[in-house]
């Protein structure tokens, strides 16, 4: 029987691990290690005090990739426990000069918006801008390209901020968001590629979530798998990786555990430690930490409903955003309180990690108090550091990354959001590819 290591009880080994018993026929000794004494990684909810916390995700968007994951989550026998994200999640915000701005979200309502009106005339013109072939470009230059440099910094400057903790000025668009440079290709267009790809709605809203929170996803995972017989060691760090003889050698906790193959889910400082041939490869790849500072209280102290809003970079302030997580999946308010979440840091505020909780505390009431009116005390808050999170897909990432795939052993592959997208889909789509690539080396 054939010996299987995974490295990483985040989303990327748990998903790995499930789709090796879905895909491999033959009888398979499957381990997975973690480092800590819990499961899932950056997925992590706190429900102390009976208020819902999410330290990580908040949620997955169920178009494109996250029909696998529905598909996972019906296999997991969850759907019961599954929740879409409130229709008010529409209302989106930027801060604009200050003030909260609500993006449009119509052609009627993007004609008469004063701060947003100036995108009319760049979507119709889009349209006409001939198709370029490129081997790769910032983010930056794909939307001042096709658009205009206003677009850039008003909108996808803190929408970058916000998913990537990054800079679009630095970023890959080919990486990081591979559906439009597709668009570009197929539809000469970005605009015409949206509507076209546009599918019909199937569920109530693209995002959901968990009435437990996300974390109710890597338990159920780390509770089917067990109960299949793959063993889940905790506490167990990965310290050194070496391949002798077509065998895998992994030692931790000073004991060496040999295998026929292992699966890396493990984050980028982590593999460079124990595997240090690619660790100058690796090194290429920058990281990203955030702050994530959540406050309940006792009701709803401003008048602003929906997702939450982004900080432009041009604003000045200390913050990338805030969600209104009441609003977004109201049926979490285990107790009649009102949540948010503030998120600090980035590649443009890197000097956040070293503040103390309590000056994180005071930036993220200053930001809900100036910008939403909201200067109620908080009942409960929570900070928490997600410290080199966020891996950052700089131009040409593809290129590295293939250089990578090739440095590596025949006995040991790689997944998860270190290399191939930062999103829970991603992280599942590619763990089901590499289930798929180990069974054909079976």
């Known amino acids: 029987m054939k010996h299987i290591l995974i490295l990483g009880g985040g989303i990327a080994g ?20 973690e480092k800590s004494n819990r499961i899932g990684g950056y997925i992590k909810t706190d429900e102390e005090n009976n208020v819902l916390f999410e330290k990580g995700p908040r949620g997955f968007r169920v178009d494109g990739k996250g029909e696998k994951t529905l598909k996972l989550v019906s296999g997991l026998r969850l759907n019961k426990e599954l929740i879409f994200a409130d229709p008010n999640v529409k209302k989106r915000y930027l801060l604009i000069d200050k003030k909260l701005r ?7 309502a993007l004609l008469f918006s ?5 995108l009319l005339p760049l979507l119709f013109r889009e349209r006409n801008i001939p198709f370029e072939e490129k081997e790769d470009e910032t983010i930056a230059d794909f939307f001042c390209r096709r658009f205009s440099k206003e677009m850039l910094s008003t909108i996808i400057d803190p929408f970058v901020s916000g998913i990537m903790a990054g800079d679009a000025e630095k970023l890959s668009i080919q990486s990081c968001f591979p559906q439009l440079v597709s668009w570009e290709r197929e539809y000469n267009s970005i605009i015409r590629g949206y509507f076209r790809k546009k599918e019909k709605k199937k569920h109530p809203s693209s995002l959901c979530s968990f009435i437990g929170g996300m974390e109710t996803l890597t338990l159920a995972l780390a509770r089917y798998l067990q109960g299949e017989g793959i063993h889940i060691r905790y506490d167990t760090p990965a310290s050194a990786l070496t391949f002798e003889a077509g065998k895998v050698l992994l030692r931790a906790n000073d004991q060496w555990i040999e295998a026929d193959f292992a699966i ?8 460079k430690k124990c595997f240090n041939p690619i660790a100058p490869l690796l090194d290429k790849i920058p990281t990203a930490s955030v702050v994530v500072v959540n406050l309940a209280f ?13 900080v432009p970079s041009r604003e000045k302030e200390e913050i990338l955003g805030v969600t209104f997580d009441s609003d977004i999946f109201p049926s979490q308010d ?43 005390d908080p009942l409960f808050t929570q900070i928490s550091l997600a410290k080199n999170a966020i891996p950052q897909y700089l131009l040409h990432h593809r290129t590295l990354l293939s250089q990578i795939e090739r440095a590596l052993p025949r006995e040991l592959l790689i997944t998860g959001s270190s290399f191939y997208g930062v999103g829970i889909n991603d992280c599942i789509d590619h763990a089901e590819k590499t289930a798929k690539k180990l069974n054909l080396l079976l």
Not at 14 to 33: D, M, N, R, Y
Not at 102 to 108: A, E, N, T, V
Not at 114 to 118: D, V, W
Not at 264 to 271: D, G, M, V, Y
């Open 14 to 33: 748990l998903g790995s691990a499930w789709f090796l018993k879905k895909e491999c026929k033959t009888p398979l000794k499957i381990t997975l290690l």
């Open 102 to 108: 609500r993006i449009p979200s119509s052609l009627p």
């Open 114 to 118: 004063p701060h947003f009106s100036f």
């Open 264 to 271: 890396s889910a493990l984050p980028l400082e982590e593999l």
């Open 298 to 310: 006792e009701r709803k102290p401003t008048r602003y409903t929906g997702y939450g809003y982004l």
């Open 334 to 376: 285990i107790r009649p309180l009102y949540r948010y979440t503030v998120m600090l840091g980035g590649t443009k505020f890197p000097q956040m990690v070293e503040k103390s909780p309590s000056e994180l505390l005071k930036l993220a009431r200053q930001a809900l108090a100036n910008h939403l009116g909201v200067r109620d």
